[in-house]
């Protein structure tokens, strides 16, 4: 059974960042792709960043000259980098991993950016 942990959140001020972490339970090489996503309070969840298993990286626009994802094969971990928060980026953020047309989700973790 895939296991994606989430880490990193919290409450941070406009203008600060933040560095989420998804730790997965077997090599992230094995998956096709994966993702952020986060769901803002009252609204659906929404695709933030992913990288394919070829390095491909796209990015939600709002968001593109912001966040950074990456990730350490060495250590199954992916990351996302965010810079110059907004108090629009508060939500709940989700890790994402597909494999073998299967998508596995971590439990979220939330961040919370305040005026």
């Known amino acids: 059974q895939v296991q994606l942990v989430e880490s990193g959140g919290g409450l941070v001020q406009t203008g600060g960042s933040l560095r989420l972490s998804c730790s997965a339970s077997m090599s992230i090489f094995s998956f096709d792709a994966m993702a952020w996503y986060r769901q803002p309070p009252g609204n659906q969840r929404e695709l933030v960043a992913s990288?394919?298993?070829?390095?491909?990286?796209d990015f939600l626009d709002s968001v593109k000259d912001r966040f950074t994802i990456y990730r350490d094969i060495t250590k199954n971990t992916m990351y996302l980098r965010m810079n110059s928060l907004k108090p629009e980026d508060t939500a709940v953020y989700y890790c994402?991993?597909?494999?073998?047309?299967?998508?596995?989700w971590g439990q979220g973790t939330q961040v919370t950016v305040s005026s």
């Open positions: 990288i394919s298993k070829g390095g491909r990286i």
């Open positions: 994402n991993a597909k494999a073998v047309a299967r998508d596995y």
